[in-house]
């Protein structure tokens, strides 16, 4: 495979995963409010899972790109 479209798809998945951390941290409360609302977890565990995503996501956007 070319390098340079191995890059370009690096560095697209990073800024999508970024993007969508940052979209979640930018409304970290309406995040919470909509992961509760699928009640796919116990009500005590939706913060820290929701914090969780958030900094998942950012990692793995940065390792991505980096």
């Known amino acids: 495979m070319d390098p340079a479209l191995t890059y370009v798809i690096r560095v ?4 999508l995963l970024l993007a969508a951390a940052w979209g979640k941290a930018r409304d970290f ?7 509760a609302d699928y009640q796919l977890l116990p009500a005590g565990m939706v913060p820290a ?10 990692v793995l956007g940065l390792g991505w790109l980096f």
Do not use: D, H, N, Q
């Open 49 to 58: 899972v929701a914090a969780l995503t958030v900094l998942a996501e950012t």
């Open 12 to 15: 697209c998945l990073g800024l």
């Open 29 to 35: 409360s309406t995040f919470r409010y909509v992961l």
